[in-house]
């Protein structure tokens, strides 16, 4: 059941290895904290620079992209267990959305 | 809240329908309602063939016909068909993974009611100043031409039944993925729970085009936009990109689940394990993904460049290779089985030359060149009856006689079924197979009449000839049902016999709680292990008898789709000078939506529990069956 809340006691080697990994999660959400930041000051400095548009569209879309994949990963645990349904969902459905798109876009106004 | 079966009078059992979350008896309700809509559907084609009987006749006006075909193929397609399928999901699929109901009960109930008043509007249309009239596709630069109200039904019609659909297809999503019984793995689940599984998919990623489509639709129509207005910068194209982007997986939608029903009938009666069962589920999976790709294969005389049509035509033609892998699985289930020809049997073995007729004319029209002589004629008509009757209607009859057991425990006569198969299967190729030769000699589709020097007269006469042996075959089923209520010889757990999954493991019809203790599962085909092991009571069971939660009933997901049907009057007449009420029907329709959604949400519903003692007071019972008796 999905409410079973029985309690455990944890040996010290499993405490040690939850310890760890915690830690290690934590360097990795501060890690991709900090790339993000970068990413919207590069975002950011590509504007007030004033490069051509036609540079800095595609640019900053990449940049969106990069930012959605690591707020995914790192920040809702798109990798832990359980989730693979959910991502297999979540990459079809964009999948689907960006063939049809992409081909609506061609055809009606290319 | 007793779990006792008791008698009740006629005025206690709608209203146990109305306020019902049981996913069983919202199936019967779907399946009522679409076989009412199947009917009517199925009358208004009769009224087409009598026009097309013989050359120059006058039996429908022009704009009778027009309106005639319309909505023959609106309420085939949305009202008919897809409801009578989710019904059988409900009926069967949350048996066979093992749970007690599907993940959201009120919202399963929300999604059959919006359905139904969605189908309701959208049928009212005939007596409140004319259908729609515009073709079932609704083409934007017709459907903007219409003078009469018939498009704005169909619009506002087919949204809130949409809504219906949407939340039953991501109810069942997180049905197939939260709730299998233990052991129940992703590669154990049954053929129908497959495509039950994949056809939802499709639901939730393919009817949101079709909703924007109507919302623009809506508001072209209602408020002055222009989205598909040319002249005034729209385009009149864009609508036909976002139906078919919808069109095209709804057909998948629709031949899925038609295609779980026959892998379920040719295990049963060959007694055989699902031939390339893995082959099988891929193939399922591959048909959802390239149902998306392949939409503008309906557009290849739109003028969308050389380029567009040879990446659609290859697209469309790939498809035919997940299809085949099916068709030679099933044929190679039959190879070597103890085979029965029993009526669902029977329909499954039509169905296969049936289909794969209607597959090859498929492969014809995706060859683009070939397609601009196609296009348009009688040849397509064809093509999508072959397709659609001879793989989904026939899935869905055969469903009928297979599941009808289990829904309502008693046996349809098997010799009635045979009756109404022969004069159905008999009638469909005599209506269809004709009008591919009436599509070549330049027949164009939709046409109300024709003239008497153009050849088509005999085929003509002959196609409406088969539509009455499949009205026979209706109108036979239609006894069947009678006689096998008025009669009621209850059947046991297992009246095929051979079933192989968890639903035949339970009594028919199932308790409303359908598993005193949830089975736990061992492999594909899970009470057949059980069968062959000897094991008396069909399962093994994964947890000990204790008690069990249940929701409780709401006449809330009526009310809030009555409400949507009253605001959708409100906002069909709002252009109406004449009409001054219609602003405040809109807010009175949508205050009684809002007002039952903010009670729902603020009266907290734990419902209720069985207990230990009630179920085995039940299980002495033999299983309490608070069935539709």
């Given at each position: 059941m999905a409410h079973d809340t029985t309690e455990k006691i944890r040996s010290h080697a499993e405490h040690d290895f939850l310890k760890r990994k915690r830690s290690a999660e934590m360097r990795h959400q501060l890690t991709s904290f900090a790339i993000m930041i970068f990413l919207t000051l590069i975002a950011f400095t590509m504007v007030a620079a004033g490069f051509s548009t036609y540079l800095i569209v595609p640019i900053i879309l990449l940049l969106a992209g990069v930012q959605v994949v690591l707020q995914l990963y790192h920040f809702m645990h798109l990798s832990n267990k359980g989730h693979g349904m959910v991502a297999f969902f979540m990459f079809s459905g964009i999948f689907v959305a960006f063939i049809t798109v992409l081909a609506l876009v061609t055809i009606v106004w290319w | 809240m007793s779990s006792l079966a008791q008698k009740k009078g006629v005025g206690a059992i709608i209203w146990d329908y109305l306020t019902t979350v049981d996913h069983k008896k919202i199936a019967i309700l779907y399946l009522i309602s679409g076989g009412i809509f199947f009917l009517i559907g199925g009358l208004e084609a009769m009224l087409i063939r009598i026009q097309l009987m013989?050359?120059?006749?006058?039996?429908?006006?022009a704009g009778l016909y027009n309106e005639m075909i319309t909505m023959h193929g609106t309420t085939m397609i949305f009202l008919a068909a897809m409801p009578i399928l989710l019904g059988f999901m409900n009926a069967v699929m949350p048996l066979q993974i093992g749970a007690r109901d599907v993940a959201f009960p009120f919202l399963n109930s929300l999604g059959f009611w919006l359905f139904f008043f969605g189908g309701i509007f959208l049928n009212l249309s005939w007596f409140m100043g004319g259908a729609p009239d515009a073709?079932?596709?609704?083409?934007a630069s017709l459907a903007l031409a219409s003078e009469s109200h018939g498009i704005d039904f169909y619009a506002l019609g087919l949204t809130i039944s949409g809504f219906g659909t949407l939340i039953g297809g991501i109810n069942f999503l997180v049905t197939i993925i939260n709730m299998r019984a233990p052991g129940m793995t992703y590669m154990r689940m049954p053929l129908f729970t497959w495509t039950t599984f994949v056809a939802s998919a499709l639901i939730l990623l393919a009817f949101p085009p079709l909703t924007v489509g109507l919302f623009f639709m809506i508001f072209d129509r209602m408020?002055?936009?222009?989205?598909?207005v040319v002249e005034m910068g729209g385009n009149t194209i864009i609508w036909e990109h976002l139906f078919w982007i919808f069109g095209h997986p709804e057909v998948y939608i629709l031949i899925l689940p038609a295609f779980g029903i026959f892998s379920e009938i040719f295990a049963i009666f060959s007694r055989k394990r699902l031939f390339g069962y893995t082959a099988l589920v891929f193939a399922t999976i591959l048909i959802g993904f390239y149902g998306f790709m392949v939409w503008a294969h309906h557009m290849f005389t739109v003028g969308l460049g050389p380029t567009a049509n040879a990446v659609f035509a290859l697209a469309t033609m790939i498809i035919a290779v997940p299809t085949g892998i099916k068709i030679f699985n099933w044929l190679l289930t039959i190879w070597g089985g103890s085979i029965k020809f029993t009526v669902p049997m029977v329909y499954a073995v039509a169905f296969i030359p049936s289909f794969v007729a209607g597959g090859v004319t498929g492969v014809m029209q995706a060859i683009a060149p070939l397609d601009y002589q196609l296009h348009d004629s009688y040849f397509i008509v064809a093509h999508f009856h072959y397709v659609i009757v001879g793989g989904v209607v026939l899935a869905i009859l055969a469903g009928v006689h297979l599941y009808w057991p289990k829904m309502f425990g008693t046996m349809l006569s098997e010799k009635l079924g045979m009756v109404t198969f022969w004069f159905f299967f008999i009638g469909f190729h005599l209506t269809f197979f004709i009008q591919h030769f009436l599509g070549l000699l330049g027949m164009p589709r939709r046409v109300y009449t024709f003239g008497a020097?153009?050849?088509?007269d005999l085929f003509n006469a002959i196609s409406s000839a088969g539509a009455l042996l499949m009205a026979i075959g209706v109108i036979v089923l239609l006894v069947n049902v009678v006689i096998t209520t008025v009669k009621n010889v209850r059947v046991g757990n297992d009246p095929w016999e051979d079933g192989r999954t968890l639903e035949w493991a339970i009594p028919s019809p199932p308790p409303f709680y359908n598993f005193a203790q949830t089975p736990l599962v061992r492999g594909l085909d899970t009470y057949w292990i059980e069968k062959m092991e000897g094991n008396k009571k069909g399962m093994v069971y994964a947890e000990p008898l204790g008690d069990i939660h249940m929701p409780n009933g709401s006449i809330i997901p009526f009310i809030m789709s009555f409400g949507m049907f009253v605001a959708s009057f409100g906002a069909l007449y709002f252009q109406d000078d004449s009409k001054p009420w219609t602003l405040a029907v809109l807010i009175i329709g949508l205050a009684i939506l809002f007002g039952s959604m903010l009670v729902r949400s603020l009266k907290d519903d734990l419902g209720f529990h069985i207990t230990k003692e009630e179920l085995m007071e039940d299980l002495k019972k033999g299983g309490n069956t608070d069935g539709s008796k």
């Open positions: - | 013989k050359a120059g006749n006058d039996f429908l006006s073709g079932w596709t609704n083409y408020f002055g936009a222009n989205f598909f020097d153009q050849g088509w």
